[in-house]
């Protein structure tokens, strides 16, 4: 006959159950070191080896998906034999022994390592810019140990996206190092003195955060909505600061191997002080847009939704349709700025990468994507008409009926209406 008490030794097993389980738990609770260890304190960031890509093919790749998972690396070096696509790349490797140990010591100096990263400490100037920005001493180590947790997986140790799973990834985890970033809010508009406007665009911190928090659609970066603002705001710092010192090894590396200038200062002081004045600009100039209101009504809904489709199809306005092919369900892949195979968004799907709202797809179409050769559009009133296009666009009733038509034809065959001419 059963009674309802435990066996007399499950209960005396219980306060060893009980201890087992409960303390660690509480051991690690109160533990950072154990529940967010840092680095190593040995440990270096190691000098870049894979190429660098210092012009993209031009033309689009005809292939029926991208790379196979895995093959990053394969994919990179084929872009000088693409024919017809201008393709060029730099080699790491081709420095000489003793620019590579002088770029070694340099870099540490400036950047320190992964488990006291720092920069420029003897540069008064730099240090006013950088703790402006968030790059203080103490919150890049707090950073570092938040990245090591939950982004060298995928981002790598010197946020070159080649983590251990990174190249398995489709598409690949965000290479920071050559500065470039797809989704930003950075007035393009904006009167600045630090050199060519598409290099000077960088993320604000704002986006950075977007991007943390809500994660990336259609793709592996998940939402890390459930750090604090302080944990996320180190994150932010520590990512900036792995983009600061990947781009100034990447420009360095390329003027020692190709001798190009890339319209930058020649000392190395001078670069970081240029490159880290573009993320404070970029930081302090956003977009915004002078009129947001959504339609005031449906008939001015759908005028807008025309005249965006008119935009976007038209050749001598948008022609948008040249590379979102068929709306993007017939888009040919092409390599981005990191070598990468990128194909141009299906916008028949509402799954949008760089955010959903719709100053989100302002951002887009006003500041275009620069890595991805997106181009933007200065005029705010055909901008919105566009987003509002571009919203309605997967929804077949949201669309005015002749705009339905030929978006969606009937006859697959009429290789005008798939093309939306």
């Not at 890509?53 to 990179?76: C, D, M, R, Y």
């Not at 420095?95 to 002088?102: M, S």
């Not at 630090?194 to 955060?209: S, T, W």
């Amino acid at each position: 006959m059963r009674s309802g008490l435990a066996p007399a030794h499950r209960v005396r097993r219980l306060p060893l159950l009980l201890a087992l389980t409960l303390v660690p738990l509480a051991f690690l609770a109160g533990c950072d070191n154990i529940n967010n260890p840092p680095y190593p304190s040995a440990m270096r960031y190691p000098l870049r080896e894979d190429p660098l890509v210092l012009t993209p093919p031009k033309n689009t790749i005809l292939f029926p998906f991208a790379e196979p998972p895995g093959h990053l690396e394969q994919t990179v070096a084929k872009i000088p034999g693409i024919e017809g696509g201008e393709g060029k790349l730099a080699n790491p490797k081709e420095l000489k022994p003793a620019d590579r140990d002088e770029l070694r010591k340099y870099l540490e100096q400036t950047f320190g390592s992964p488990a006291e990263p720092i920069v420029s400490p003897e540069d008064e100037a730099v240090q006013k810019m950088a703790t402006d920005l968030g790059l203080d001493k103490a919150t890049l180590a707090a950073g570092s140990k938040l990245y090591r947790r939950h982004c060298l997986q995928c981002h790598g140790l010197t946020g070159d996206g080649r983590g251990p799973v990174g190249p398995w990834l489709q598409p690949h985890p965000r290479d920071y190092r050559q500065g470039l970033f797809k989704f930003i809010s950075s007035d393009p508009e904006a009167d600045t003195p630090i050199g060519k406007l598409e290099q000077a665009r960088k993320p604000r911190r704002d986006d950075l955060h977007r991007t943390l928090v809500v994660g990336v659609d259609g793709t592996s970066m998940p939402s890390f909505a459930l750090l604090t603002e302080e944990e996320l705001n180190n994150l932010i710092s520590y990512v900036m600061h792995l983009s600061l010192r990947g781009e100034v090894e990447y420009v360095i590396t390329n003027r020692a191997i190709t001798g190009l200038d890339n319209d930058v200062p020649t000392e190395a002081e001078g670069l970081l002080q240029l490159l880290i004045k573009r993320w404070k600009f970029s930081n302090d100039n956003p977009i915004n847009p002078k009129t947001s209101a959504p339609p005031a009504n449906e008939s001015q809904r759908l005028e807008s939704v025309q005249r965006g489709y008119d935009f976007f199809t038209s050749a001598k306005v948008g022609n948008c349709v040249s590379c979102h092919f068929d709306f993007g369900r017939q888009a040919q892949f092409r390599y981005d700025a990191w070598g990468s195979l990128a194909r141009p968004r299906n916008l028949t799907e509402p799954v949008y990468r760089g955010g959903r709202r719709p100053i989100d797809l302002f951002y887009r179409v006003n500041g275009g994507i620069n890595p991805c050769a997106m181009p933007g559009n200065k005029d705010e009133a055909q901008v919105w008409d566009m987003v509002n296009f571009v919203q309605a666009l997967p929804y077949k009733e949201m669309l005015p009926d002749d705009v339905r038509e030929k978006v969606y034809p009937k006859h697959h065959g009429d290789e005008k209406k798939l093309a939306g001419r």
